[in-house]
């Protein structure tokens, strides 16, 4: 008898490094090709990144999309009006319409100050269903979008998945995909990205959260979505922190970052400078702390963002000679992209790097970063720095305490949250002498944002993928 099952081929978006990371990184895609019969990765990232760690996959590099004016237009106009719709007793999104705020006298400046006074009083569902139709329109007919549909159609995929909802360049391809009849699903990428970002690229078919925390946002802010069509299932993320792979020994720690095994260990993460630019405050109030032996026996590790070149931080290496460096071993795969960060490529020795800061530092302090989740996983001991306000003359970081994630953080009271130094190195001393306190804090922290367990979360990703076809 001859065969007739219909072979199932997944089509995975990858947009950038983090999202490689996730979903190349993790065991998701060791799963998803016991599952599917081929999955194919549709990359804006360089093919080459590839290069030795994929078994059987095929990699097809998609040429960039870049808007032209009417289309930024029409994707401006929805994002805006979501955001006027959702702004109400919501300071995440109202700062986020504040940061869109302009007074450029370029011709986006003034198209963004005129859309800013449409949207105020035009920004319901339907509004935003409109502009979204306007923007397909405006890309419809691009050389790019049709590339995407030759694609599609050569490809003839059952599913397409989205590892990231929001960079707007994935929209002419989700587009196609819905003329050609192809199911779409999307990963919503972070835990602050729903409930104080703009709107996503694109409607989907179905979504993966990391929580029910989070899918309960997604349909609080997405009225038109059924429930049914979520599903959650933790996130990638975290899963190499479970992965024997990538796991290291205490002693290859204090080999690796060249630090005392005797002392315990403080480690600050940065966060990348366009949000997080009181961190050289920080570190330095720690570094001082330490010379003046208010902090007694420890090392110090700083670890920087991937997203940025660590320049910045040049001086403090030559001042305080003690501090050791983690400058993550990321890649810039292409030059002069649009958006730059999302080029830079994890290696596998980064992983294993930051597992082993994760596992074996003591404190980790951070100014309300998705950190503070990571070292959660090792349930250590997190502290918040965050000095600014509107009056004192520093970067207002404050502020964020009033977004509806970092809320979520201060109320169960998972980490201390620090205004001045006074504090902070109250709070070094308070969790050297006692690592257990807030250990419960810290766990429903973790229960909240994430549902799942890590262990098995490639695979649950793939079987709902499957599931959905």
């Not at 003329?179 to 996503?200: C, H, V």
């Not at 002069?336 to 597992?355: C, F, K, N, V, Y």
Request: a positive charge; hydrophobic letters at 40%.
């Amino acid at each position: 008898m001859t065969n007739t099952k219909k072979n199932k081929k997944l089509g995975i978006v990858i947009t950038d490094g983090v999202g490689f990371r996730n979903f190349v990184l993790s065991d998701f895609l060791a799963e998803a090709d016991k599952i599917f019969d081929e999955v194919v990765i549709l990359s804006c990232l360089p093919k080459e990144v590839y290069s030795g760690f994929l078994s059987k996959n095929r990699v097809i590099e998609l040429a960039v999309f870049e808007e032209k004016f009417p289309t930024w237009f029409f994707r401006k106009a929805k994002e805006l009006a979501h955001l006027q719709k959702h702004k109400n007793n919501n300071f995440g999104i109202q700062d986020s319409l504040r940061i869109n705020d302009t007074q450029s006298k370029t011709s986006r400046g003034y198209a963004t100050r005129f859309l800013f006074k449409l949207t105020y009083g035009l920004h319901s569902e339907k509004w935003i269903q409109r502009f979204e139709a306007l923007q397909q329109l405006s890309f419809k007919k691009h050389s790019i979008t049709q590339q995407y549909k030759e694609l599609v159609l050569k490809e003839k995929f059952d599913l397409l998945f989205f590892t990231h909802q929001r960079p707007p360049f994935i929209a002419p391809l989700v587009y196609q995909g819905k003329q050609l009849k192809i199911k779409t699903a999307s990963f919503i990428f972070s835990w602050d990205n729903l409930a104080s970002k703009g709107r996503m690229a694109s409607d989907f078919d179905y979504y993966l959260v990391w929580s029910e925390l989070m899918k309960s946002e997604l349909l609080q802010f997405y009225s038109s979505i059924k429930a049914s069509n979520i599903e959650v299932v933790g996130t990638p993320q975290f899963e190499p922190y479970v992965l024997e792979r990538y796991k290291t020994t205490r002693a290859h720690f204090y080999s690796k970052f060249d630090v005392n095994s005797s002392q315990k260990t403080i480690c600050f993460s940065c966060g990348d400078i366009s949000t997080s630019k009181n961190d050289e405050l920080y570190i330095e109030t720690i570094a001082t702390a330490i010379v003046e032996e208010k902090i007694k026996n420890v090392n110090f590790i700083v670890r920087t963002s991937p997203a940025e070149d660590p320049v910045r931080f040049s001086a403090f290496a030559e001042k305080f000679p003690f501090i050791k460096w983690n400058f993550p071993k990321w890649i810039l795969s292409r030059q002069g992209h649009q958006e730059a960060w999302s080029q830079r490529i994890p290696t596998t020795e980064d992983i294993i790097d930051l597992r082993s800061l994760l596992e074996y530092s003591d404190i980790n302090i951070n100014m309300l970063s998705t950190m503070s989740l990571d070292f959660m996983q090792f349930d250590k001991p997190v502290i918040n720095t965050v000095f600014g306000h509107s009056k004192n003359g520093l970067y207002d970081d404050q502020r964020f305490l009033k977004y509806a994630h970092i809320m979520n953080v201060v109320d169960t009271k998972a980490t201390k949250i620090v205004k001045n130094a006074e504090e902070l190195i109250t709070a070094i001393n308070l969790y050297l002498d006692n690592s257990n306190l807030d250990s419960e804090n810290r766990k429903q922290l973790v229960q909240l944002q994430l549902s799942k367990p890590l262990v098995g979360t490639g695979k649950r990703i793939a079987e709902t993928l499957q599931k959905w076809l």
